[in-house]
């Protein structure tokens, strides 16, 4: 069966900001090492706003798709 798993990245600073997307990284790898699953791929989650018409994006955490 395929299936997904996503890893945010760490809050800091009160919640309102993200830590970096190394936070997220590391939680996947520990994951996927105690976890008996075939990796399929990794990706990048990206998030897009905007603000007063501006628009931007950032990474937001990683997405593990994997064979159960």
Do not use: C
């Not at 790898?29 to 989650?45: C, F, H, K, L």
């Amino acid at each position: 069966m395929i299936a997904f798993k996503d890893f945010q990245k760490a809050p800091k600073l009160g919640g309102l900001l993200s830590g970096s997307l190394e936070t997220a990284v590391a939680a996947a790898n520990e994951w996927i090492n105690a976890s008996a699953v075939q990796v399929i791929n990794i990706e990048t989650i990206f998030r897009a706003g905007s603000i007063a018409g501006v628009t931007s994006t950032s990474q937001d955490g990683v997405r593990v798709w994997y064979i159960e």
